[in-house]
């Protein structure tokens, strides 16, 4: 999944791809280097963010949509909250709902439930905001199963059901490098839920706390947390570099048939 942001504020490509037609030609380059899904941002939900209004988001967010959904045949994801920019998301022909805040929002699962779109489920601790001030758990895994299993009763009780959901742990949403470093190590505790999961690590704070590096050298750390995501049979990784994320998946999937037991797919 290619991320294509189209926000002033976005901690890596924020203010890149702000005019439409820089980031449409972003999306197809990203088309080109081999993305499955393209997926489309129009709220930076950085630790710190402040809120845009939800008109913004449609004019920064739909516009780009028609022209994807004109042009390309690409399956487009949009990152929202926001129950109206779903609504005219799916309307405008986007086949995935990605949400951070988990159809936690007014109206989102309502929005959802009644259009045969997929939906991207991401555990968050707390809000953008304030989410990084003091996270805290006593149980990572088990509190994030937890909040899986009680999103997947709602959808399913509002009539959405689970072959439409992916999940996803949230990584650096409300979580400390340590427990980022829990989540990655364990991704395959989530696979019991049934639902394919989805990761974004691509050139996160996590990897800056961990090495001491900018965005612009987060590369191989993010490639690295990719193939270790994708070992524990992880089914998508949301990226901003979709052509090293796909030569690093192929050579792992290259060796896979040949190798006897260390790399191959654990699931819990
Ligand atoms: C994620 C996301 C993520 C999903 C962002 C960033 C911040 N959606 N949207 N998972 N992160 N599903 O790209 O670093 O981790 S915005």
């Known amino acids: ?27 197809l380059q990203l088309i080109r280097e081999g993305a499955d899904i393209i997926d489309i941002g129009g709220e930076s939900t ?68 009644k259009h045969p779109v997929k939906v991207c489920l991401m555990h968050m601790q707390g809000l953008p905001e304030t989410m990084q001030q003091k996270p805290h758990y006593e149980n990572i895994l088990e509190e994030i199963n937890a909040f899986f299993v009680e999103r997947l009763q709602a959808c399913e ?18 979580k400390t490098l ?4 829990m989540l990655l190590g364990n991704l395959s505790f989530f696979q019991t839920l049934g639902c394919p999961l989805l990761v974004g690590l691509s050139r996160k704070s996590m990897f800056g706390a961990l090495l001491n590096r900018a965005p612009e050298q987060r590369l191989p750390a993010s490639l690295s947390a990719a193939l270790i995501a994708s070992l524990q049979g992880v089914a998508c990784i949301r990226t901003h570099d979709v052509a090293a994320t796909r030569d690093a998946l192929s050579v792992m999937k290259a060796v896979q048939p040949h190798c006897k037991e260390t790399l191959s797919v654990r699931t819990a």
């Open 1 to 27: 999944m290619g991320i294509v942001n189209v926000t002033p504020d976005s901690f890596y490509d924020g203010g890149r791809y702000r005019a439409q037609s820089t980031a449409f030609e972003h999306a």
């Open 46 to 113: 950085r630790p710190g963010a402040l809120p845009v209004s939800i008109q913004e988001e449609c004019d920064r967010v739909l516009p780009l949509l028609e022209k994807l959904i004109q042009e390309t045949a690409m399956p487009i994801s949009v990152d929202t909250r926001h129950a109206v920019v779903m609504q005219e998301a799916i309307r405008l022909g986007a086949s995935i709902i990605n949400d951070v805040a988990a159809l936690t929002q007014e109206n989102a699962l309502e929005v959802v439930s």
């Open 157 to 174: 009780q509002a009539g959405l059901s689970r072959q439409r959901i992916w999940l996803d742990p949230g990584f650096g949403f409300g």
């Open 178 to 181: 340590e427990h980022n470093l």
